[in-house]
């Protein structure tokens, strides 16, 4: 094996050597659209300094089609192996320009989502390379100051990195001229296509802050867009280090892959955190929101120099967004987020998976969660006041800049007496996770200390505890402590635990109603009054809980609360709307002539003009009518070819499970010749996997 790998090292150390001879500087780059081949038309220019002579100047560029390559005007010697542009001729020592035209279909990274006036077309660097659209960088280390032009249908808005300098008309279209200012890497380059509104306030620095929103959502800018301001004025006081770019903005789009993906100055987040008031009260946008504005800071201005340093990035982008939620919301909500994360770390400890935050490929929990509880266990070592300063100073040398966890830890040791050797080995380089200096980290908070006293009990026979439980209901202050008790009772018959049923039904405390709401598997017949009181708070969850299980239990109820919720809607996967659709057209007797119309409005929820959660929920609410509706197979086979990983597997998962029955697995086999391309060479795969079992 070492033989094996020694030359490969070797190579990659000279391959890596050899592009730091070259500075890459300014990048100018021009983008164009061919809307029914899903084509990229680009130009991009780049300014660069080589400090000697070099063999090969190598520059990302996946799947393109290069129709020219320039330095300083003049043709260059270049290889191209649809992976990297490798110029080996036409570069000369100093100062160059290299000018490349292209066009490509991106296999990923860039996303056409929708249609006609629904059409977005968005991008996702991280992890999915810039370089499939864009001949640039994969290596975080290679920095430039990007500056976009970029041309479109002059009844959309496009968004791009950095300053929106000008706007030039031509015919039908506008070119969208963004500039930036200072160096970064090119994973966090991005654009964002669509029809939105746009509203900007300024942070008390001065900075605009845009947020945007479809047209459609112009009521849900305060719920959506809440304490956004305060976090950032937040962010520039707690870091101690001016917020680095001159904007921010924060675009919500379809489909989106994650939850939020911080590029510099333009985060892109998940339009699913669009949200009235009160699907704000289940589903907010203000952690997400905190989060990605955090990596303004870690991740944009100062980046990793590794995977193994990651968390540089997502530990301290998740422990400031909970500082950031303690401003908001206190120090009660701060402790108990902290919990959490604490026994989920825990729990996958002790799964044996990859959960050391110093290295390669660890989980997702390990380098957010556990990162940040890192950060929150030396900031309590070392104090509130030393924390900052060495974050400060932190930032201020390496701005700009990629770092090392070794290149934080000494700004550490600069400003109080720090072992960051044990600091390295108790939690950088230790997979496990010390749950009991968590909690004693954690107990002097009051609710938390009241909460581990609760959760003692738990074995508890319930007669026995019964009057502490009451107690703790009525009297305590804290949410979390109050919907634990409501857990404790869940096996507890309703004679013996009216106390609390009443108490419940008499609270308008959301979080504790909805608590009853979650463990009541039977209605009893003394509260069902009480509990079609549920129906009436302002949760979509509880709603949604509510409903169902009124019509599942209490037949003689099902034409009643059908009536009283035939116009919800709920969050943005219509959780609402398509669960009435499901026990509407299941209810007897139930409106039978609006039947049909109802279950072609159903099925059109599949269809993918929507996304891809409203499409689940609408697959999945036609199976509960019928477990194997046909009607459900084109949009399953379709699932395959989606861009998002969930609705993939989905689809996969259960076309593979519908093949088990034979007539279903020749209904597939017959849609084959009549599919899209795509579709066809996706369901013929797994036809095949399916055959070969």
């Not at 962010?235 to 280090?241: D, M, P, S, T, V």
């Not at 996958?348 to 929150?376: C, D, H, M, R, V």
């Amino acid at each position: 094996m070492k033989k094996i790998l020694l030359p490969v090292f070797i190579l990659l150390s000279q391959i890596t050597i050899a592009q730091n001879q070259v500075d890459f500087i300014k990048a100018n780059a021009t983008i164009d659209f061919d809307i029914s081949q899903r084509k990229i038309l680009g130009n991009v220019s780049y300014t660069f300094d080589l400090k000697s002579e070099i063999d090969t100047i190598r520059i990302d560029a996946k799947n393109m089609q290069i129709q020219s390559v320039l330095i300083d005007g003049k043709s260059a010697g270049f290889k191209y192996d649809n992976k990297q542009i490798k110029l080996y001729a036409g570069y000369k020592i100093g100062s160059n320009n290299l000018a490349i035209k292209y066009n490509t279909i991106p296999k990923q990274t860039v996303y056409f989502v929708g249609t006609g006036n629904d059409l977005q077309i968005w991008t996702q660097g991280q992890g999915k390379y810039t370089s499939h659209w864009l001949p640039s960088f994969d290596d975080y280390n290679e920095k430039v100051i990007f500056n976009m032009s970029i041309s479109f249908d002059k009844n959309y808005q496009v968004v791009s990195n950095g300053v929106l300098a000008n706007k030039k008309t031509n015919g039908n279209n506008v070119t969208w001229n963004y500039q930036m200012e200072q160096p970064m890497s090119s994973y966090l380059l991005m654009f964002a296509v669509g029809k939105y509104d746009v509203s900007t306030q300024k942070s008390t620095s001065g900075i605009p802050i845009e947020s945007y929103l479809k047209p459609s959502d112009k009521t849900k800018y305060e719920s959506t867009y809440q304490h956004t301001k305060q976090m950032f004025d937040f962010f520039e006081k707690e870091i101690g280090y001016n917020y680095p770019w001159k904007i921010y903005r924060n675009v919500p789009v379809e489909d989106f892959l994650y939850s939020g993906m911080e590029n510099t100055t333009s985060t892109i987040f998940n339009q699913d955190f669009v949200v009235d008031n009160i699907g704000a009260f289940d589903r907010n946008y203000v952690n997400v929101n905190a989060h990605e504005l955090a990596h303004q800071w870690f991740g944009d201005l100062i980046t990793a120099k590794s995977g193994k340093d990651h968390w540089l990035q997502e530990g301290f982008a998740t422990f400031y967004a909970l500082l950031a939620e303690r401003e908001i919301y206190g120090d009660d909500y701060f402790y108990w987020e902290l919990y959490e994360m604490a026994e989920k770390i825990q729990k996958e400890s002790q799964n044996q998976t990859n959960t050391t935050i110093l290295s390669e490929g660890s989980t997702s929990l390990t380098y957010y969660e556990k990162g940040a509880w890192a950060l929150f266990a030396l900031r309590n070592q070392i104090g509130d006041a030393n924390f900052q300063t060495a974050v400060k100073n932190y930032l201020t040398k390496y701005a700009f800049q990629n770092v090392s966890t070794d290149d934080f830890l000494k700004e550490v040791e600069n400003v109080c007496s720090f072992d960051s050797a044990k600091f390295k080995k108790d939690w950088l380089n230790n997979s496990k996770f010390d749950i009991k200096q968590a909690v004693f980290l954690l107990k002097n908070n009051p609710m938390i200390h009241q909460y581990l006293e609760l959760i003692d009990k738990q074995a508890l026979p319930f007669e026995s505890k019964k009057e502490y439980l009451i107690n703790t209901l009525v009297n305590s202050p804290y949410d979390k402590v109050k919907q634990e008790v409501i857990y404790q009772i869940h096996n507890v018959s309703y004679p013996e635990a009216k106390e609390f049923y009443d108490y419940v039904a008499q609270s308008d405390n959301l979080k504790v109603r909805q608590a009853m709401v979650q463990i009541l598997k039977e209605i009893p017949n003394e509260y069902v009054e009480t509990y079609e009181t549920f129906l009436d708070d302002e949760s979509y969850i509880t709603q949604e809980i509510a409903l169902k299980n009124i019509w599942y239990q209490r037949p003689d109820l099902k034409h009643k609360v059908l009536d009283k919720s035939k116009n919800w809607e709920g969050f943005n996967d219509k959780n609402l709307r398509i669960t009435w659709l499901m026990l509407a057209l299941a209810t007897d007797n139930y409106n039978l002539d609006k039947k049909p119309n109802w279950y072609k409005e159903l099925e059109g929820y599949a269809y993918s003009k929507y996304n891809s959660n409203v499409r689940m929920n609408a697959i999945s609410a036609m199976w509960f009518l019928n477990q194997y509706d046909s009607n459900t197979l084109p949009h399953l086979v379709n699932a395959l070819v989606s861009h998002k990983p969930q609705f993939r597997k989905f689809g996969r998962e259960a076309i593979i499970k519908l093949c088990s029955k034979k007539e279903f697995k020749k209904h597939f086999t017959d849609l084959i010749p009549y599919l899209p391309e795509d579709e066809h060479v996706a369901l013929k795969k797994i036809m095949s996997e399916i055959d070969n079992q």
